[in-house]
């Protein structure tokens, strides 16, 4: 098997969302390893940031006419995946999530005949569950991902359901390969009052800290946080740090006031670095209707923060109940405030399931072996062809 570089194409969304973010970081982490790697989105990766040995960034434009009351975004993109497939001659293309991004990836291919690179396709969450099952995109959905060379999913939950809600034959093999963290980068740090003071507003002898971070979308639950955040206040002046934004965020401002915690929740919107909130909580909050996976999860347990949230999707997966955090049914709120009154009320349980976090994220979540094992899959993906 050949140990060249290989040339890779990254097609994923730019913004905060998990599968960005893990988009990003295997790209990066692969141009780390000597591989040439081509990023091609409508907007710079939102951790694709500063310059970067052998990584490259190609930007889908086009033009909105006043005749298409559409967006012709998935057109423009399976005309630039064939442009920079050619021009750079480009071994694979992995595209993260697949609804519009498998269906231009296969546009290509009927662009580039038999010029084209291998497909993979990452399927990431909603992508199978909401997204992709939608009567009117499925049928297309379907098609690409039968056409792609590979699918790849982040838990075992979401291979299964990609079987039933997407039809997929089950003789269609599906990897399922994790998410990781930067566990060097994500870790356990003493309490910082420059981050609490700046940051946050807080003084360095600060109440009881919870933390959510997510795109503020419905299936999030933005609103559990805070009545989860109302019932603990009754017995524990804790403060709750909401990061992201999204279409919830108005709605979830307005019930802050409304049940009375405009002082008690600070609302960061979107920050590129969560890194050193994370460090000062001592919850972290995720009541997700569903999760794929829960990389924002994953982030906190690899900082040593026990997680509370939803038993539901590919979350128990990643954090282990009763071990590195607690997980109740989705919507139970009192149960949730229960969970996180405990935490609190115990310190030697929260450090036991903090110690507990970290040593699951050094076991299984690194990204040095994860990234061996892309690096693997995509080899055999090219030999398979």
Partial sequence: MTTAPLRIGVVCYPSMGGSGIVATEIGLGLAERGHDVHFVAYDVPARLVGH?????????????????????????????????????????????YATPHATSAFLARQILGHRSPRVITSLHGTDITQVGRDPALLPVTRLSLLHSHALVVPSEYLRQAAYVELSLPTEVAIEVIPNFVDADYFRPAPRRPEVLSDRLGLPADRPPLLVHVSNFRPLKRVDDTLRVLATVRRTVPAVLVL???GPERPRAEALARELGLSDAVRFLGVQLDVRDVLQQADVFLLPSETEGFGLAALEALACGVPVVGSRVGGLPEVVADGETGLLCPPG?????????????????LQQRLARAARASVEHTWRREPLLDRWEEFYRRVLKAG
């Fill in 52 to 96: 970067l040995d052998r990584v490259t960034f190609h930007r889908v434009e086009w033009q909105d006419y006043p005749l298409l009351n559409l967006c012709p975004y998935p057109l423009a993109l399976a005309t630039k995946l064939a442009e920079v497939s050619t021009a750079h001659r480009l071994d694979l293309l992995h595209v993260h």
């Fill in 243 to 245: 990061v992201g934004d």
């Fill in 332 to 348: 139970d709120v009192p149960g949730m405030a229960a969970a996180v009154l405990r935490l609190l009320a115990d310190p030697e």
